[in-house]
């Protein structure tokens, strides 16, 4: 081998190594730029704030099992960076015993399970399902803007429980 081809191979290996790093770091920024379920959980507004504070809400029902729920993150941190300041954004783990008396309201069997709340609690609409962004976008504008009419809403893919009876080690199915 040349001493010139010696030069163009490892000038060739460097802009390869180069250009591997460059796209290793830029799937690594965009994997930390999708939110997760746990995030957009612990993001959400109190239930007791949220009924009191005069803003329409959204309340999701969630289990961190739950893959449609941890599929849907990204697009409700998405919607509730749009809508903030305007809707609250409310998140119930079944999991919980402690939101028994909720799941029983909203008649929760399959998740993610959202309401539509006007300002003071008053259900206004129900999507069960995996949701497109579309869809919860036009029922959220709606909302904030005190129209109780809300588009059609669709039952996407779900993940199916039971609610306890007062067993909280009941394990949940997921379907």
Known sequence: MTETSIRVRN?????????LGAI??????????QASLATVAQRAVPLEVALANGKPTLLEFYADWCTSCRSMATTMAALESEF?????????????????????????N???HFEFLRAGGLS???AIGEQPRTIL???LTALSQGISTLSATETG?????????GDSTQPRSHG
Not at 87 to 105: A, G, I, Q
Not at 157 to 165: D, K, M
Request: proline share 5%; charged share 15%; net charge negative.
């Open 11 to 19: 000038i060739a290996i460097a802009i390869a190594a180069v250009a």
């Open 24 to 33: 290793l770091f830029l799937a690594t920024q965009l994997q930390t730029r």
């Open 84 to 108: 903030d300041g305007q809707v609250n954004f409310v998140m119930l783990n079944v999991d919980n015993t402690k939101w028994l008396p909720e799941l029983s309201t909203y008649r929760v």
């Open 110 to 112: 399959g998740i993610p």
């Open 124 to 126: 206004v609409g129900t």
């Open 137 to 139: 976008a036009e029922n």
């Open 157 to 165: 893919e779900t993940s199916a429980f039971e609610q306890p009876l």
